[in-house]
């Protein structure tokens, strides 16, 4: 039984046998092999479009060097951010339709294709991690029924991929169960798993005492918000790049009314999932009119060829590395090349800690609600575990060290620890089957 991690920027799959720490399938990147499968679709724009033959995509990191080496296509990224949306049914490329699901199961036949190479007939049964909320529009809202439609969602795309059975565990699980593979002792530990779109928690008693008890019974309380990596990139994107592409600047009608550019089309800006939709005819059109009423045209042709040249993967890159550089630096550069007006501006971790301010007190209350909800004490938790690329934000670090002190608080394997948790537990699942 695979592990696979299906996550709204990186995913993962791996195996275990036993107790065994688990194997990951293995992909070439740009510094070498990695377990980290980026979520992503690429559709050339080189093939000819037939109405006889469905256009073939590639997905992870052979999807990126495709798009890198093309420079162009219809890029796709972050779509699990589309699960809970009843909004994205379906979108067309080259003339043929594709579901969601239809797109999802591209990437997690990759995935199975990948594990089965690489390690072996694992079978076709899998356990898929989830968040405790799926992400829902362009607000962190909590919304448990569409939770269970993004659900049956992911499992028809996973029975698409070829699985034969699929099973769920939460993330914030998978994450702790691995953390307890190093444990010595008995320890009570809040696990907080950090993703694009999600931030999610798990309080629980792990260690040697209670891998042969009820494993039920080691978790004490799950809970998450629908936020995480991307809702920080939009901010980055909102305060640095969208001003220098039209935000808040007017556009003149042909009736010589001053109208401000419509700010709708910054907030789609915002969402790297939303960035190609703002390539549909319609939209496109839109913004074509925009630039001709625009009174600042040079700053509205800068987001038409953002759109036109489908840049969101390369802008997405630029911001992922400023906000990165603010992990360990007071300020870290935004360079973007790529668009008649270039984008170069020093950002300050200062600002930026106030850009994700109400972020942060989401995540706040999250945690605090979780302690509250089990009856646990702050003073009685015994260790932090963070994991997720999120979690080297300094500022997310700072609501752990503060309310549990940095002494306690500590990380590891930021973007295949659910996988490995995962892996492990689907293991002792198919191993009590069997």
Known sequence: MLGLDFGTTNSAV???????????ARFPGAEGETPVFRSVLHFSSAEDPSPHRRPDPTAGPAAVAAYLDEGGGRFLQSLK??????????????????????????????????????????????????????????????????DAAALARLERAALAAGFSRVEFEYEPIAAAFEYERDLERDELVLIGDFGGGTSDFCLARLGPGQVDGDRAQSI?????????????????????????????????TAHGKDLPVPSWIYSRLERWEDVSVLGSRDVFATLRQVEREAVEPSKIRSLVKLVEDDLGYLLYRAVEEAKVGLSSAESSRLLFRELP?????????????????????????????LLVGAGVERRHVERVFLTGGTSLVPRVRRIFDERFGAERVRGG?????????????????????A
Do not use: K, M
């Open 14 to 24: 791996g195996v275990a046998a036993g107790r065994n720490a688990a194997r990951l």
């Open 81 to 146: 951010s589309y699960l809970a949306s009843r909004l994205f049914e379906e979108t067309t490329i080259h003339g043929w339709r594709f579901t969601l699901e239809e797109l999802v199961a591209i990437q997690l036949r990759a995935l199975r294709a990948a594990a089965r190479e690489q390690l072996g007939d694992p079978g076709d049964e899998v356990l898929l991690g989830r968040p405790v909320h799926f992400v829902l529009g362009d607000e962190p809202v909590c919304d448990p029924e569409r």
């Open 341 to 369: 007006r270039r984008i170069d501006q020093q950002i300050a971790r200062a600002d930026f800690d106030l850009w994700i301010e109400d972020h942060v007190r989401r995540l706040e209350s999250c945690v605090d609600a």
């Open 220 to 252: 004490l309380a799950v809970g998450g918000v629908p936020l995480a990596g991307g809702a920080f990139d939009g901010r980055i994107v909102r305060h640095v790049v969208s001003p220098r592409l039209g935000l808040g600047s007017q556009r003149r």
């Open 413 to 433: 394997e930021e973007l295949v620890t659910v996988a490995r948790g995962l892996a492990s537990l689907a293991a002792e699942r198919a191993a009590r089957r």
